[in-house]
């Protein structure tokens, strides 16, 4: 059967409806780095198109066409590699707070939690990863028009960039094991 009738008919899952498809998938370039994270459903039509390979699939799932039974992919790799320029996270509030994991760097609440300069801007504090850090509102207002060291707070880590792959493993939330080794997490 060609790629153009697979693709025609749509794949259905054994266990699940139509829009589970929509799980979690890391890509991996040619060389075995992480590109990315896709849905079940993108990562079927890259196999079906022969433009990647399965790396691991789950076990005991499917997606299944009329006469075709395709395991559920977890990690596929490119079969071209993809040049890619230097990815940066971007730095956004969302980011400061999900890199310090929704905890408050100074006392570690993770309730009403905002972004604070760890050198206040109105000293010459700029808004950069290594300035911000995730705050709660009691401990931003206490900490105030000063460094922590005047205020007599300390920071539970120092602010830092984080990695393109940091930034892959915490969004997915709960990850699949098989991806560790890929994530520098094994």
């Given at each position: 059967m060609s790629v153009e009738a697979l693709l025609a008919s749509p794949p259905t899952v054994e266990r699940a409806s139509s829009a589970a498809l929509s799980g979690h998938v890391l890509v991996l370039n040619q060389d075995y780095q992480a590109l990315t994270i896709t849905s079940v459903q993108r990562a079927i039509i890259l196999l079906l198109l022969q433009k990647a390979e399965l790396i691991e699939a789950e076990e005991k799932r499917f997606v299944r066409s009329p006469n075709r039974r395709i395991p559920?992919?977890?990690?596929?790799?490119?079969?071209?590699?993809?040049?890619?320029?230097?990815?940066?996270?971007?730095?956004?509030?969302?980011?400061?707070?999900?890199?310090?994991?929704?905890?408050?760097?100074y006392c570690g609440a993770?309730?009403?939690?905002?972004?604070d300069h760890v050198m206040p801007r109105s000293r010459g504090g700029k808004d950069t990863w290594t300035n911000l850090v995730a705050a709660c509102v009691p401990c931003n207002n206490r900490k105030g028009n000063k460094t922590p060291e005047e205020a007599g707070m300390t920071l539970a880590r120092r602010p830092f960039r984080p990695s393109y792959v940091m930034y892959i493993r915490d969004f997915v939330g709960s990850l699949d094991h098989s991806w560790k080794p890929y994530l520098y997490l094994s």
């Amino acid at each position: 059967m060609s790629v153009e009738a697979l693709l025609a008919s749509p794949p259905t899952v054994e266990r699940a409806s139509s829009a589970a498809l929509s799980g979690h998938v890391l890509v991996l370039n040619q060389d075995y780095q992480a590109l990315t994270i896709t849905s079940v459903q993108r990562a079927i039509i890259l196999l079906l198109l022969q433009k990647a390979e399965l790396i691991e699939a789950e076990e005991k799932r499917f997606v299944r066409s009329p006469n075709r039974r395709i395991p559920w992919p977890s990690i596929v790799r490119l079969k071209a590699y993809v040049r890619v320029p230097y990815k940066r996270v971007l730095l956004t509030r969302k980011n400061v707070i999900q890199r310090d994991a929704h905890r408050c760097q100074y006392c570690g609440a993770s309730e009403r939690i905002t972004i604070d300069h760890v050198m206040p801007r109105s000293r010459g504090g700029k808004d950069t990863w290594t300035n911000l850090v995730a705050a709660c509102v009691p401990c931003n207002n206490r900490k105030g028009n000063k460094t922590p060291e005047e205020a007599g707070m300390t920071l539970a880590r120092r602010p830092f960039r984080p990695s393109y792959v940091m930034y892959i493993r915490d969004f997915v939330g709960s990850l699949d094991h098989s991806w560790k080794p890929y994530l520098y997490l094994s």
